[in-house]
């Protein structure tokens, strides 16, 4: 399989605890997205990395957030302090660089409960 | 700023029947690109279409087909004949190339399409 991966599909924490989650992109891309999306909305923009450089955030991403692409390969999102709030699926996007805005890949995301 | 507007929340079809699901953008971009993306049960989001602001030509690939018109900021898609495989969640994205470089999407909040057999 050749596409976007990501794990794990599903993770149950109670809150307080941390949460790390991973994103394999597809091999050749080198821009990384990570979206949340809450149920009943499209997903929402968090942070987005070139290579291994993390070039932009959105304000969604509170402090308790932190992204990471060592290697420009694989990317891991990493939530301390889980509220409830942070209940939501978690999807990865990778894509092919240049202003052509080639079409995103998506995983098949990570879905997080926080009880 | 933009944004992406899906009013319809949930069109139920029979089968066959072709099913149209609408968006309106805003956006204060001259260049921009759209996209339609499908999001089954199994919730990995589907590339579906991209369209670029420059091209207003409406094709169809398949059984899909859009609609984009600049005058009114619409890109609207349709399922002909439509099958109960095509029952899924449909996002309308909007990206900048120049907004920062970094070719976010910008989506809207979906439109559940059931088509019944």
């Known amino acids: 399989d050749t596409g976007v991966s990501q794990n794990p599909r599903h993770k149950i924490t109670k809150r307080g605890q941390n949460v790390t989650f991973r994103c394999d992109p597809i091999?050749?891309?080198?821009?990384l997205y990570w979206y949340r999306q809450t149920l009943g909305q499209g997903p929402e923009f968090l942070t987005y990395?070139?290579?291994?450089?993390?070039?932009?955030k959105s304000r969604l991403l509170s402090d308790r957030f932190s992204a990471e692409r060592p290697k420009g390969s694989f990317s891991t999102l990493e939530i301390q302090r889980t509220e409830q709030g942070d209940s939501a699926m978690y999807l990865c996007?990778?894509?092919?660089?240049?202003?052509?805005?080639?079409?995103?890949?998506f995983g098949q995301g990570t879905r997080l409960t926080v009880v | 700023a933009q944004k992406v507007t899906q009013a319809q929340t949930e069109i139920s079809v029979v089968e066959k029947e072709d099913a149209t699901l609408d968006c309106v953008y805003e956006?204060?971009?001259?260049?921009?690109?759209l996209f339609w993306y499908k999001q089954p049960p199994s919730g990995e989001l589907v590339f579906l279409i991209r369209?670029?602001?420059?091209?207003?030509q409406n094709e169809i690939s398949g059984r899909y087909s859009w609609n984009f018109q600049k005058s009114t900021s619409s890109f609207n898609f349709t399922i002909t004949a439509s099958q109960v495989v095509d029952s899924a969640v449909y996002f309308c994205?909007?990206?900048?190339?120049?907004?920062?470089?970094?070719?976010?999407?910008?989506f809207g909040t979906g439109t559940l399409l059931a088509v019944q057999p």
């Open positions: 091999s050749e891309h080198n821009r």
């Open positions: 994205a909007l990206s900048d190339p120049y907004g920062g470089a970094t070719n976010k999407l910008i």
């Open positions: 990395f070139q290579n291994e450089a993390q070039l932009e």
């Open positions: 996007a990778s894509s092919v660089g240049g202003l052509g805005n080639t079409e995103a890949f």
């Open positions: 956006t204060r971009d001259t260049t921009y690109y």
């Open positions: 369209r670029n602001s420059f091209d207003e």
